[in-house]
């Protein structure tokens, strides 16, 4: 197995949010609509959050921080994504788009959420699934690259959370390596819903600078030369293409290993270069698939439930 070399860190977050998202304060969350399934409702335990444990930090970023937490009476094994009151107003309008999605979604390939938290100091909080095996970026780093078999079974379990999220007609707008997680058993759901979008209708206008520049698909680099608006959810099949690529190269795919990304080189990049394309050694299939992922043209894309049919994903059967 190869070995992936260390990456830097780089922030490549464009903070420019939709101007229909800006507001003067941050909206306390909403109770469960009437919407919300039973399931995903029942899932909302109640735990206070008095009754969790700290036992270490997962992780940092964005203005909060999360917890690997041990519910006391139960010592059941839970992550909690804290929020800091005094955090900017951005992150605390991300918080609550990612609670407010969580409450609607209910799918074996969705993390999932069993409480919420808003604290007088204005703390937020957020109980959900702990994911033993962090996310496919840490397994990247970690482990090396991943084969086309391991691929096929990655892919598989994201195309199902993605087709799941647009029939619910929620755009990720943020998809990556680090925002897929992963427990030992190789099971893969989708996090992370602060940059989403809830769409009132297919079309919606989607074409805001938000989530993380070097996954993001030339029409929303460049909205105008596309019309202005574009199908959001072809933009995840394009994160989702990259994301891919990244796990079986070991590499963010339109730079080389040892190249630093700027704002400017991965715009070059996406907007005007051609898409990137697998090494030798990939199968026709994997190619194909990749490709009908990375069409700078939205519209010759094929959708998640497409590409579920896929001959890549049809040549390596698995049961989940």
Known sequence: MA??????????????PDLSDRCSRFPLPLPPSASTTAA?????????????EKLQVLGHGNGG???????????????????NGDSDVT?????????????????????????????????????MEYMDAGTLDTLLRTRGTFSEPELAHITRQILKGLTYLHAHKIIH???????????????????????SKIMSRRLDPCNSYVGTCAYMSPERFDPDAHGGNYDGYLGDIWSLGLTLMELYVGHFPFLSPDQRPDWATLMCAICFGDPPTLPQGASDEFRSFIECCLQKESSKRWTASQLLDHPFLRSHPTSD
């Open 65 to 83: 921080t999360v917890y690997k937490v041990q519910h006391k009476r139960t010592s059941k094994i839970y992550a909690l994504k804290v929020v």
């Open 3 to 16: 070995v992936v070399r260390e990456r830097r860190q780089v922030n490549l977050r464009l903070p420019l």
């Open 40 to 52: 995903a409702a029942s899932a909302s335990v109640t735990i206070s959050q008095t009754e969790l």
């Open 91 to 127: 992150v605390h309008r991300q918080v609550s788009r990612e609670m407010e999605i969580l409450r609607r979604t209910d799918s074996p390939h969705i993390v999932r959420c069993y409480g919420t938290y808003v604290k007088p100091s204005g703390d937020v909080a957020i109980l």
């Open 173 to 195: 707008r943020d998809l990556k390596p680090s925002n897929l997680l992963v427990n030992k058993n190789m099971e893969v759901k989708i996090a992370d819903f602060g940059v």
